[in-house]
Nanobody, 120 residues
Framework: QVQLVESGGGLVQAGGSLRLSCAAS??????MGWFRQAPGKEREFVAA????????YYADSVKGRFTISRDNAKNTAYLQMNSMKSEDTAVYYC???????????????WGQGTQVTVSS
């Protein structure tokens, strides 16, 4: 079992930055992913990182602006979001998977989500 708790969401102006954190407890030898869901839209992949941190994947919409990382000593994954846009507004979820994958169905464990709002 893995328990995940996100933090770091909030309100930011367009062009600004936020860093989300995802603290994991329990069994933590998992790849981590970030997904987001905007009102009226399906949950979409944002970024993923392997357990070692050696492999990362990004959605095209965030490539070059967002960076996923992890600190296994702290059992925490991060999502650094820069040059934010209004279309980044969503609830952001972290998730854990046995595979480093952009596929929603590969993730067995999910956090409760944290709201990110970008004002234009």
């Amino acid at each position: 079992q893995v328990q995940l708790v996100e933090s770091g969401g909030g309100l930011v102006q367009a062009g600004g930055s936020l860093r989300l954190s995802c603290a994991a407890s329990g069994r933590t030898f998992y790849a981590m992913g970030w997904f987001r869901q905007a009102p009226g839209k399906e949950r979409e992949f944002v970024a993923a990182i392997s357990w070692s941190g050696g492999r990362t994947y990004y959605a095209d919409s965030v490539k070059g602006r967002f960076t996923i990382s992890r600190d296994n000593a702290k059992n925490t994954a991060y999502l650094q979001m820069n040059s934010m846009k209004s279309e980044d507004t969503a609830v952001y979820y972290c998730a854990a998977s046995r595979m480093t994958s952009p596929q929603y169905s590969e993730y067995a464990y999910w956090g409760q989500g944290t709201q990110v709002t970008v004002s234009s």
